[in-house]
T-cell receptor, first 112, second 115 residues
Framework: SQTIHQWPATLVQPVGSPLSLECTVEGTSNPNLYWYRQAAGRGLQLLFYSVGIGQISSEVPQNLSASRPQDRQFILSSKKLLLSDSGFYLC???????????FGDGTRLSIL | AQTVTQSQPEMSVQEAETVTLSCTYDTSESDYYLFWYKQPPSRQMILVIRQEAYKQQNATENRFSVNFQKAAKSFSLKISDSQLGDAAMYFCAYNSGGSNYKLTFGKGTLLTVNP
């Protein structure tokens, strides 16, 4: 069966520091991959999605970037974190665009 | 742009009772997909149920069922025989289908289950 791993679970970073969140999927090939952010008390906002290695689409212009160096690896990065980057970040995958998305356990990011 | 509205920020239900969570959406598409996700305190997003717009039959998964009213653009979730483990934030989500990857979420309804 397919599983998705996301780490770290919790991260506290100072303003201006870099960021790297990693997500990997097991048990499937060529998944569609997604990064979401969930602000407190709100729904999920799609940040990036990827349909293949090196193919990244950005939904929201921001301080973050994403990369997909391997088929089942999706990385969310920032060179300099802002206070507004705080939130709960979720990685997800789906076999096809309109198929259900399956989520990782999330990363709680706090910026000090 | 598609929007998803959940008009009930919070709901509560007694254990073993039935509760219905509301969701409406706005779209000009004729073929699309709707989902309900559950987010317990652990914050993991868990798929509850999925409905294809071209199917007239309402989706059902054990104690969870939907009332899909395409003309009214309504997609409510009914939870029967509520259990303590059903307590969570519930999100309604929309996908326009085809090659569209975007899942648009509502703001969620926090469900409390009282023993």
């Amino acid at each position: 069966s397919q599983t998705i791993h996301q780490w770290p679970a919790t991260l506290v970073q100072p303003v201006g520091s870099p960021l790297s969140l990693e997500c990997t999927v097991e048990g499937t090939s060529n998944p569609n991959l997604y990064w979401y952010r969930q602000a407190a008390g709100r729904g999920l906002q799609l940040l990036f999605y990827s349909v293949g290695i090196g193919q990244i689409s950005s939904e929201v212009p921001q301080n973050l970037s994403a990369s997909r160096p391997q088929d089942r690896q999706f990385i969310l990065s920032s060179k300099k974190l802002l206070l507004s980057d705080s939130g709960f970040y979720l990685c997800a995958w789906s076999p096809q665009p309109n198929q259900p998305q399956h989520f990782g356990d999330g990363t709680r990011l706090s910026i000090l | 742009a598609q929007t998803v509205t959940q008009s009930q920020p919070e709901m509560s239900v007694q254990e073993a009772e039935t509760v219905t969570l509301s969701c409406t959406y706005d779209t000009s598409e004729s073929d699309y997909y709707l989902f309900w996700y559950k987010q317990p305190p652990s914050r993991q997003m868990i798929l509850v149920i999925r409905q294809e717009a071209y199917k007239q039959q309402n989706a059902t998964e054990n104690r969870f069922s939907v009332n899909f009213q395409k003309a009214a653009k309504s997609f409510s979730l009914k939870i029967s025989d509520s259990q303590l483990g059903d307590a969570a934030m519930y999100f309604c989500a929309y996908n326009s289908g085809g090659s569209n990857y975007k899942l648009t979420f509502g703001k969620g309804t926090l469900l409390t289950v009282n023993p």
